[in-house]
């Protein structure tokens, strides 16, 4: 197990490296740059900035400048945000959307292994039919569609919600801006969530040692605790990496809606910007967070599965 997770380790990096070369070369050779957008600038000045960004120098050298600044832990100046640097801004914006992610993703596993257990131990009845009616829901609407409703019944008729803003004031932390966001973010990974384990169990509770446990006289409760969960999380689990990376990225939309000040808005206007260095910036975070996602859902799927043997 631990040569396994060391040789997971090692991979991670030529992983990451290709990423940021091709993301790097792919966004230099777009059409446009981050100072094509000034109106009026005469040619003089646009070479002095262009050298000072160092955009005058050959591509390859730019990127083996770039490359040895990002070992260095500096990811560059922001073309567009020129008071702070690329650091500055995802240092500031980043733990934001990690909080929305995390709770999101917290509530879509509670609620959708909740909805899946009660769906799947009382199948084909009313329970079962209205669940999964939800889950399609979820997975059929989109966030842009959710968010405003939400908003409208819970901020605008209900009046229990703001309607934007963060949880951080200066008054202290309140934590109701943050309800909208996160169950709007969780509710296609809920929906998802509910369907998967509800199929899991439903395979699990048809399998030859579930009936021998209930044969022995095992309660149902210890049946579906002890033996059925612990094997329909499985497919769960390993569904978890990329649902929480693709939750802290696919976030955009819902920190446009409410405002709230994450990464996401950065991501947006970086590219509407060409803002090169952010652009980098942002698509190494999320990079590093799908990456290293996978590499912890492989490595609890071989500590719970005892089937699997990584050698």
Known sequence: MLRFVVRRLFSLVPTLFLIVTLSFFIIRVAPGGPFSGEKNVPPEILQNIMRKYHMDEPLPVQYLRYMNDILH??????????DHDVNYLIGHSLPNSLLLGVVSLVLALI?????????????????????????????SIPLFVIGPLLMYLFAGTLKWL????????????????????????????????ARLSRASIL??????????ARAKGLKESVVVVKHVLKGAMLPIISYLGPAFAGIVTGSVVVEKIFVIPGLGGFFVNSALNRDYTLI??????????LVAMNFIVDVLYGAIDPRISYK
């Open 111 to 139: 609620g959708g292994i909740t909805v899946g257990i009660i769906s799947s131990l009382r199948q084909n009845t009313w329970l079962d039919y209205v669940s999964m009616s939800v889950a399609i829901i979820g997975i």
């Open 162 to 193: 703001p309607t934007s803003g963060w949880i951080f004031t200066r008054n202290g932390i309140n934590l109701k801006p943050l309800i909208m966001p996160a169950v709007t973010l969780s509710f296609p990974y809920f929906a998802y969530i």
């Open 280 to 289: 980098m910036g942002t698509v190494i975070v999320y990079s590093v967070i």
């Open 73 to 82: 832990g500096d990811l560059g100046p922001s073309y567009k945000y020129k």
């Open 203 to 212: 395979e699990i509770l048809r399998s030859d040692y579930i009936r021998t």
